[in-house]
């Protein structure tokens, strides 16, 4: 029995894409002048590139290609009405793509980007519903990233770039964890360094009054209010969170059964932990301070809010190949990298908090 999962699919079960793609080998591409210039004419003859940013490995396409786009959502099983950022690689096309650009947003571009943040501007017509999921507004982001920027330039176009992974799976930090959802469902991977931040990037909404954070991620919400002189909230509500790209479903998921704590109890843990194996699983403890936690199988997630925002995704795939219950536990925080390492945590476990 198949699933359906986008409505470009209504005529087609889930495993279309790659039955219709069987033959399809990917290209695995440096960042030389040759390839470099390969990936970008597959980009404009709207091919598939997976490429590295700061944050996480991107899907690439042709911002204005809507096959391109749509191929995007079916090659990663990703529901159409999951809006997709648009990446640029020089700050004036801003202004290409977006009908108003704010006094706040033009502080935000002028002075963060390039960055890990993402910003939500009123759209031109030239951006396509298929990329909004119909909405009136899109997501904007200039990567950190030189390797990010450089493969943009030579695509000339904007690309659209979800993360790099089936629907639903841990983002890859690395070339080589692309490789492991999409070879063989897309054109060709740029492998290039790994990557720096490793969470989504911070959504920011402009579009309205008053700004307001839609995904959190390493731009924090402090760093903002100080930058434009007024308070940037973060949006709490899932249900609202209608026009940010990758925060309306369960996402980063290991494929193993996750909970997540966030009072780093060891006493709580460890009684957790017994009833898990009692049940017959085999768990792991990814904790903060693996120390605490004596003749039970243990993971370091990173005392430092740094390394555990970088590891994240690549330890949900390093732990779901071991173990097949995951416990994660991390204190909350209210700012920066804190608010997206728990966001991230809270939609990979599913909300199941214990």
Sequence with gaps: MFTKITSYDKIYPYDFWSRRHKNLKTRYLQFNKKDMALAGELIRRGELVAFPTETVYGL?????????????????????DNPL??????KSQVFDIAREVSQDALKVIENVMPAPITIVLPKKDVIGD?????????????????QAREFLHSASVPVTAPSANLSGRPSPTTWQRVAEDMDGRISAVLCGDDCAVGIESTVLDLSRDEPVI????????????ELL????KILTDPNSKVNSPGVRYKHYAPNVPMVLDL????????????????????PVLWVRFPERFSGKNVYPMGTKID????????HMRILERTYDFIIAS???????LGVGVLDKLVRASGHNLI
């Design 307 to 314: 390394d555990a925002a970088h590891g994240l995704y690549e």
């Design 263 to 282: 009072s780093e109890d060891a006493t709580k843990l460890a009684e957790f932990y017994d009833a898990k194996v009692k049940e017959g699983y085999h």
């Design 330 to 336: 991390v204190c909350p925080s209210d700012e920066g």
């Design 130 to 146: 298929s990329i909004t999921a119909g909405l009136d507004t899109v997501a904007v982001r200039m990567p950190l990233s030189v």
């Design 229 to 232: 002189g007024k308070q940037v």
């Design 85 to 90: 950022i648009v990446h640029i690689w020089d």
């Design 214 to 225: 839609l995904r959190p991620g390493a731009v924090g919400a402090k760093q903002l209010s």
């Design 60 to 80: 690439g396409a042709n911002a204005f290609d809507e096959q391109a786009v749509k191929n995007t959502y079916l090659a990663k099983g990703r529901p159409s």
